[in-house]
């Protein structure tokens, strides 16, 4: 049985929309090739910076907690709160942004809205009391709603931004 919404495209309409597709690929295909990408390790140090808050040095910590979360981003935010729920204290996120939210906390360009539904996407909404503002909510609520969620669970106390896990 065939779909009635499947359509068969003939030869010479394969042939067209191959040629449509060529045409735009070419239009995006740069003389340069691969001289146009900037070489990261002769500039590394433009890659190091955050242009969202100002990296503060801190002294070593060597203290010892019993549950370390590498990423500031929703999965450690939720099991973060879920243990401190649970009488966990001694909880630490590891995260090499200045603050939490993982992606959303980096991709801030102007319209970055989320393409699922809030109500889905947005861990904690009960908890928190947050009620997402539009069905897609964008960037700058819902890293707002992350830091609602650092605060509320009380993870900014031994949290290490600024930090990057290497070994």
Known sequence: MTNPKQTTLDSAAKAELREKYLLERDKR???EGNEQYVE???NFDQFLQDPHTPIQGRDPVTDHVTFT???GGFAGLVTGARL???GITDVRIVEKGGDF???WYWNRYPGAQCDTASFVYMPLLEETGHMPTEKYAHGPEILAHCQRIGQQFELYEQALFHTEVTG
Do not use: D, H, S
Request: glycine residues 20%.
């Open 69 to 71: 979360f590498i990423g």
């Open 29 to 31: 295909l740069r003389v």
């Open 84 to 86: 401190k729920e649970q």
């Open 40 to 42: 990261i390790k002769n």
């Open 101 to 103: 939210g993982g992606t």
